[in-house]
């Protein structure tokens, strides 16, 4: 690199003949330590020996017990992933296809982790199976998370964002870096999952990334989740301050743990039976900080002020089915949903949807009112929390990037590796696709050949579109760009699961849901 020498190790995937070059842990940011806490990321420090990248850096700063759990859950390998925990945390690893003696500069997928912008990690995700099956440069990066990312006072003393300005600077490194490792610098996608999608959708149109990179994947998520957004900046800290440039001095000159228990306090479960909703909910996340978001994001997209590359956006068919209200805390869901139980949940959600009080019965009718069997109202029910909490944003989305290269998918496989820890009705749940998107098949053990085919097919899509902007190629089935004019609006996703059968299938239901939202909001697409 051009801030020093790094040794890594070569490995490969089991069953296959072809080495990866693997560097774990190298640095693209100092330490954000001390005063460098709450500013945005520095290059990081020279070094003028040979460091050995061989171990896995710690993940930044987040509940140490959710932080495991969310890699044990999600990661790609066949062993769990123990990670340590630091703020100092700005660390990338790389995979790279061992030959290069062919000298030709591969494409570079950058993963950004999902996690909620509170936890998650570069390593639970293992790039080697996409690595040696796709032949690309994998790259995987970390961001501060939670306070230490998106602490904000509003003013010139701590703008905030700075888990994305870490991600802007990782995208940097690898601009100036990467051809060292065989990739190539003027062929960079990156994806991420759920917020991790968000994040990619984020740095389309912050005018911060011109350049940085060059294809685009949200996978169930995107920048306009009302979950992700907020222009309301309220202080962290209960103390009174006189001045917000004291206050950020005092915060500085906390222990990592003390700010890391500040964080967990704002966390609270959402879909709680007995508590009150709290409004103020929302203070760890994106704001308009003047710097990578000049304005906000839906104006930015509208006026098309974004970076105009080919991008995919896509969703799961069972989004909220499982994994979400269990994280959230939702009270079982049972056999039944009635519609006031329905909608004391559509309220207590209120910070994830942001769904206006007078709006929940119009909603709730339009998705539960077609049945009065209360079984399939709670599949309707799982349907309609999807659609507003990832479903309508993604599609606005991909509205909106009409005019530069747009597909859309929907997901729909149950991946084998939960076993019988889901209830047997979830098909694709949150989460599901990092599986065979990542060749998970090809690195855990026990999954099926139709599981390896699957994921073989994704990884050849995201890999063509890496390589061309467009995901077709041999042997693939033909995946049309997205036409809203075509469809009359009615979109058709690709399910990359059912190849051999039917495999385009309208989604009507965030169709209604869209048409509801804009009537009842009063907004145009």
């Not at 070059?21 to 954000?32: D, E, H, I, M, S």
């Not at 006031?340 to 539960?368: C, D, F, G, H």
């Amino acid at each position: 690199t051009q801030y020093g020498k790094v040794q890594g190790k070569y490995t490969s995937l089991k069953g296959f003949n072809k080495p990866v070059q693997v560097f774990l842990g190298v640095p693209f940011a100092k330490a954000p330590l001390g005063p460098l806490r709450f500013t945005p990321p520095q290059p990081p420090e020279p070094w003028d020996y040979v460091k050995i990248t061989t171990t896995y850096p710690p993940m930044c700063t987040q509940d140490p017990v959710g932080g495991q759990l969310f890699s044990d859950l999600f990661t790609n390998q066949n062993e769990k992933v123990s990670l340590k925990m630091s703020e100092d945390c700005l660390y990338l690893n790389i995979y790279s296809p061992a030959d290069l003696t062919k000298k030709m500069k591969l494409p570079v997928m950058v993963w950004i982790h999902g996690g909620g912008l509170l936890t998650g990690a570069a390593s639970t995700y293992d790039g080697l199976a996409l690595s040696t099956l796709e032949n690309v440069v994998v790259v995987t990066i970390q961001y501060r998370l939670g306070i230490f990312g998106f602490y904000s006072t509003g003013d010139e003393h701590a703008k905030g964002n700075w888990g994305y300005l870490d991600q802007v600077s990782a995208l940097h490194w690898i601009q100036k870096n990467i051809a060292s490792f065989g990739g190539d610098p003027g062929l960079v996608t990156i994806f991420g999952e759920s917020a991790g999608g968000g994040c990619v959708s984020a740095l389309i149109v912050s005018p911060l990334t011109k350049n940085l990179f060059h294809r685009a994947i949200s996978q169930s998520g995107v920048v306009l989740m009302e979950s992700l957004f907020t222009s309301n900046i309220k202080p962290i800290t209960e103390v009174g301050f006189l001045h917000f440039s004291s206050m950020v001095h005092c915060i500085r000159q906390k222990t990592e743990e003390e700010i890391l228990n500040t964080t967990l306090k704002m966390v609270e479960p959402i879909g709680g039976t007995t508590r009150k909703r709290k409004q103020n909910t929302t203070e760890e996340k994106i704001i308009l900080d003047g710097v990578f978001f000049p304005k906000n994001p839906k104006e930015l997209l509208a006026k098309k002020q974004f970076n105009h590359i080919p991008y995919i956006v896509g969703i799961n068919n069972n989004e909220f089915s499982w994994l979400l209200p269990t994280l959230m805390k939702y009270p079982p869901f049972e056999d039944r949903m009635d519609q006031e139980k329905a909608m004391l949940l559509v309220w207590r959600s209120y910070p994830l949807l942001k769904i206006s009080q007078n709006l929940i019965p119009l909603i709730t009718e339009e998705y539960l009112g077609i049945t009065n069997d209360t079984v399939k109202k709670k599949y309707l029910f799982m349907e309609m929390m999807g659609d507003f909490f990832i479903g309508i944003s993604a599609v606005m989305v991909a509205q909106f990037h009409m005019g530069s290269p747009t597909y859309m998918y929907e997901f729909q496989h149950r991946s084998s590796f939960w076993g019988n820890m889901k209830p047997e009705n979830v098909k694709a749940d949150h989460g599901d696709d990092i599986f065979p998107v990542l060749g998970a098949p090809f690195l855990k053990e026990g999954a099926s050949e139709e599981e390896k085919q699957l994921s073989r097919t994704m990884m050849k899509y995201w890999a063509n579109f890496a390589r061309n902007g467009d995901p077709n190629g041999e042997d693939l089935l033909k995946w049309p760009a997205y036409d809203q004019n075509k469809q009359e609006k009615k979109i058709n996703f690709i399910d990359v699961f059912l190849l051999s059968k039917n495999t385009f299938f309208p989604a009507f239901p965030i169709q209604q849901a869209i048409a509801a939202r804009d009537f009842f909001q009063g907004e145009s697409l």
